[in-house]
């Protein structure tokens, strides 16, 4: 999606992936902090793991927001700028939830 893309279709299409993929990750990223609050956390990296999850879950919320207020602009130069925002923000979400991910392991094992 960072090429310089100005096909409003392809870009609405590439929007509503988002969309419906942010939505999904952001309940994922609940119940991850749901499950990791079932057990007491008793070291730092596990508090760090809720947190990224937290933070990834605003995110993708956030989002779903800008993709939904996204699609209703006309002008095909605003929107493939909010579409390169959308996509800039998912991919640091999707890295936070990685991350989190990571430490959730490492701190169960």
Not at 18 to 47: E, F, H, R, Y
Not at 59 to 75: E, K, R, S, T
Not at 95 to 104: D, N, P, R, S, Y
Request: with cysteine; charged share 10%; proline share 2%.
């Amino acid at each position: 999606m960072f090429k310089h893309n100005t096909d409003t279709r392809e870009i609405r299409e590439i929007l509503l992936a988002l969309l419906s993929n942010s939505g999904t990750l952001a309940g994922i990223s609940l119940a991850l902090v749901g499950i990791l609050n079932l057990k007491p956390l008793t070291s730092k990296i596990g508090t760090y793991a809720d947190d990224l999850f937290l933070f990834s879950a605003l995110g993708f919320v956030i989002i779903c927001y800008l993709v939904f207020f996204a699609l209703q602009i006309l002008n095909p130069s605003r929107i493939s700028y909010w579409a390169k925002v959308i996509d800039i923000l998912f991919l640091s979400c999707l890295t936070m939830q990685v991350v989190a991910g990571f430490l959730t392991v490492y701190t169960i094992v």
